[in-house]
């Protein structure tokens, strides 16, 4: 079994009326206000989830400034899940400083099937360091639910893009040691954070965390999946893409060209995220 375990998908309208939303949400915007940034609906993973022989896909919800739009989203990621149970697993998006209305739907993602949130950005929802007290009430939940934080994540160093922000290794070793029986996923390799593991207090520190291989071609060469195996193992590792930023195959791609052996080509294509999630 193939799991892409990093995917993002938008209700159809979103693209017809693009405009419309990037006025209504910054953050949004920040990404998806030119007309060539894609926005995948469900149909459109579906669709190369067959064409690419990905098995499921978790897909992630963005990170929006209003309850109203993590609503929205978060309907259209449940009605998908439901669509195809055996094709796609659900993360729901929320806004941290709604408080009581954000634990209210979270709840309701749960009653629907959600099994994580994400993909989170706390630097988007103005959330600095100090601030991670505000989560505290929304991971006591999600920890009673037994739901999985997929955390973006950014390098401190190299060339800019994007979705480069200020969730760097140092924070993300915060945010971690503050919620140590959080089962936490980093995106795109945790900004760098694996390799701090060969200090033994972050090594200890990451005995529920995992590191995922989102939009990996665009910052690392091929070896980061040698190199972040033999430093926390490559059980940490799950295999994913960022579609639709960019198809699994391109991520794939890099894994195999490593031939780090069929075992361990299992293990993080599909074996890792079939434990994690329980499939």
């Known amino acids: 079994m193939i ?29 998806y206000a030119k007309p060539n940034a894609k926005i995948a609906s469900c149909e459109d993973l579906i669709a190369i989830m067959d064409e690419e022989g990905i098995d499921r896909s978790v897909i992630l919800n963005a990170n929006w400034s209003s309850l109203e739009l993590c609503q929205e989203t978060n309907d259209h990621i449940m009605e998908s899940i439901s669509r195809y149970p055996d094709r796609l697993v659900g993360f729901c998006s929320l806004p941290p400083k709604a408080e009581e209305a954000a634990i209210a739907e979270l709840e ?24 991670e007290a505000v989560m505290d009430t929304i991971f006591e939940v999600a920890l009673r639910h037994r739901l999985i934080l997929l955390v973006h994540a950014s390098e401190p160093v190299g060339h800019e893009y994007v979705g480069k922000q200020k ?21 795109h390799w945790g900004g760098g954070l694996p390799f701090y593991a060969l ?34 193992g490559v059980e940490k590792i799950l295999f994913g893409s ?16 490593l031939d780090m052996g069929e075992e361990t080509e299992a293990l993080i294509l599909g074996g890792n995220a079939r434990r994690l999630l329980g499939l």
């Open 108 to 131: 309701r993602c749960v009653r629907g099937g959600i099994r994580g949130i994400g993909e989170m950005r706390p630097d988007f929802h103005g959330l600095e360091r100090g601030d």
């Open 167 to 187: 969730i760097t290794p140092d924070v993300l070793e915060k945010l971690i040691n503050r919620f140590p029986d959080m089962t936490i996923v980093c995106a």
């Open 3 to 31: 799991v892409d375990f990093h995917t993002h998908i938008f209700p159809p309208r979103f693209n017809e009326y693009r405009e419309e939303y990037v006025a209504r949400d910054p953050l949004f915007a920040r990404i």
């Open 242 to 257: 960022d579609y639709p930023v960019m198809p699994p195959s391109r991520v794939m791609k890099q894994l195999l060209s």
């Open 199 to 232: 200090m033994p207090e972050v090594a200890e520190a990451l005995k529920n965390v995992f590191f995922d291989s989102s939009a990996s071609p665009y910052l690392y060469r091929p070896e980061i999946f040698r190199h972040v195996a033999e430093i926390v």
